[in-house]
């Protein structure tokens, strides 16, 4: 059957009705005075959404794009940067940076562990002539299904006072709170296939004021993705260059959704779905890939010891029309991935757990009773 396809995988993530619709509208010129006030009203949600009085500035980009603004803005070749590493998005950054000259240290865990602040701490306090410029991390790292804790390492970096944090929120925004004013976090880059609801194509970086004084005078060349002419034409309600206008619609119609209903809710609902499938996970006896303290609310990895991931992603796919993720880099047929973030409710996580309860039935799976998962995540949900 056609049409019934199930989107459980980081992103792209499903996307509400109401802004589907709203993107299927003709477009407008980007200079006319409508799109001025559509532009106004999307940017002060935006920061909203970010919890900043700052700059949130919007890309043609993938979340990538958000990334690569997000350094080459604020640092100059040769400059030493710390960058998290324990998984491939980390990893993306290391490479980022060393693709723009900078001097690359890696703070390095095990894929499917949490960064340790305190060999951020170690590094930071270490630097009396203050040479760090960045401290760069991945705040939940979608390859594994970890979230690192982002407020203990930039308490090191706020000791350190003079570096900047850079952080990649691209599966926090709009899924986990974190209060970028409250923590001053300087650079968040994001991505609006993710919590946003929306599909591929636009990226996301908040600016503070601390990261604008080192914009003055950071020397990697730029163009395109030069922040200052975003920065201007936000200033007057515009944009440097032609936006996408059909996204900017879905983007105005799923922001007006995250408002009506409010930044607790909806913080709520990951965290009350993330648990629920993973007491799911467990109760289904399948070896959960990220400890507890330390679970993404984007992404729940599974590394399952009796089948293959790569099988129960196939059947839950062919039979179900349900697309999970799998592993990537060496992770590639060790793990899947069920996404739970953006327009996802509790019932689409019920859903997933029951076919995946009749997936491993299928494959073979022992010491399950089928129903166990499906009455883990009710629990759950009747907690809540
Ligand atoms: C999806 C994602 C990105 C961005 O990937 P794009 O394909 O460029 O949109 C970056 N970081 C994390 C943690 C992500 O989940």
Redo the contacts with the bound molecule.
Sequence with gaps: MDGKHMLMI??PTPVPEGVLLAQAKHPIGHRSSEFGELISEVNSNLKWLHQTESDVLTLTA????A?EAAIINFLSPGDRVLCGCNGK?GD?WAEMSEAFGLQVERVSAEWGQSLDPDAFGALLDADTNRTIKAVIV?H???STGVLNDLEAINRYVKNHGRCLIIV?A??SVGAIDIPIDEWELDVVAS?S??GYMIP?GLGFVAVGPKAWDAYKTATIPKFYFDLAPYRKSAAKDSTPFTPPINLMYGLQAALQMMRAEGLSNIFARHERVTRAAREAVKAMGLPLFAPDEAASRAVTAVEPATVEAERVRSVMKKQFDIALAGGQNQLKGRIFRIGHLGFVSDRDLLTCIAALEATLHELGHENMTPGVGVAAATRVFSMS
Excluded: W
Aim: hydrophobic residues 15%.
């Design positions: 980081p992103g993938s979340g990538t794009g990334m998005f993306r991945t939940s790292e979608t990649d691209v599966t991505g296939q993710k591929p």
